[in-house]
């Protein structure tokens, strides 16, 4: 059974910095795009970055410039760096990969709280 494991969230305060990380537990299957979501109180979870296995990234309008967004296939893991956090960032960000010949699976969701 392939688990994504997530860690790094917290508590920060505006404009601080946290980075987040997901790895998959026990597959031999390739994964191809890895990406965050994220899901605020009352909201809709909504793509914050993905990655493809060539590398090419894709970021939500409100992220850009802030949040980089990367993958060591060799660890299979998937990372966020969050940079110049707002309060607007507050969610629960969850990860989530796409295997070649398996389901897609998330991650657990960790929260990430922005407040001063």
């Known amino acids: 059974q392939v688990q994504l494991v997530e860690s790094g969230g917290g508590l920060v305060q505006p404009g601080g910095s946290l980075r987040l990380s997901c790895a998959a537990s026990r597959t031999f299957f390739s994964i191809n795009r890895m990406g965050w979501y994220r899901q605020a109180p009352g909201k809709q979870r909504e793509l914050v970055a993905v990655?493809?296995?060539?590398?090419?990234?894709n970021y939500a309008d409100s992220v850009k410039g802030r949040f980089i967004i990367s993958r060591t296939n060799a660890k299979n893991t998937v990372y966020l760096q969050m940079n110049s956090l707002k309060l607007e960032d507050t969610a629960v960000y969850y990860c989530?990969?796409?295997?070649?010949?398996?389901?897609?699976?998330w991650g657990q969701g960790t929260q990430v709280t922005v407040s001063s």
């Open positions: 989530n990969m796409e295997f070649s010949g398996l389901a897609p699976r």
């Open positions: 990655i493809n296995t060539g590398g090419s990234t």
